[in-house]
Nanobody
Framework: QVQLVESGGGLVQAGASLRLSCAAS????????MGWFRQAPGKERDFVAA????????DYADSVKGRFTISRDNAKNTVYLQMNSLKPEDTAVYYC??????????????????WGQGTQVTVSS
């Protein structure tokens, strides 16, 4: 069992930066692929970024590629999402998630076994 707690969200202006953190409980953090998803009001939960267990591979949605960076610190049981050049369309609740499998299907939310409660990111124009 893994518990995930996100932090770092907030209200910023377009063009600003935020760094989200997701702290995981338990000793098996380094065995999980970690992902970030987001959900805007009235929309589905969408893939944002993912990172494999040792951080060797990352994947990004096209909409955030070049602006967002996912990273992890296995010693701290934490995954990060650095978000630069934020746009109003990035406004959403951001969730981190943990995947026990080795399927490599980073972009499917159904692959993930554990989810955090989410943190709100609001970008004003």
């Amino acid at each position: 069992q893994v518990q995930l707690v996100e932090s770092g969200g907030g209200l910023v202006q377009a063009g600003a930066s935020l760094r989200l953190s997701c702290a995981a409980s338990g000793r098996a953090f380094s065995t999980y692929t970690m992902g970030w998803f987001r959900q805007a009001p009235g929309k589905e939960r969408d893939f944002v970024a993912a990172i494999t267990r040792r951080g060797y591979t990352t994947d990004y949605a096209d909409s955030v590629k070049g602006r967002f960076t996912i990273s992890r610190d296995n010693a701290k049981n934490t995954v990060y999402l650095q978000m630069n050049s934020l746009k109003p369309e990035d406004t959403a609740v951001y969730y981190c998630a943990a995947d026990r499998s080795l399927s490599g299907s980073f972009r499917s939310l159904y692959e993930y076994d554990y989810w955090g409660q989410g943190t709100q990111v609001t970008v004003s124009s």
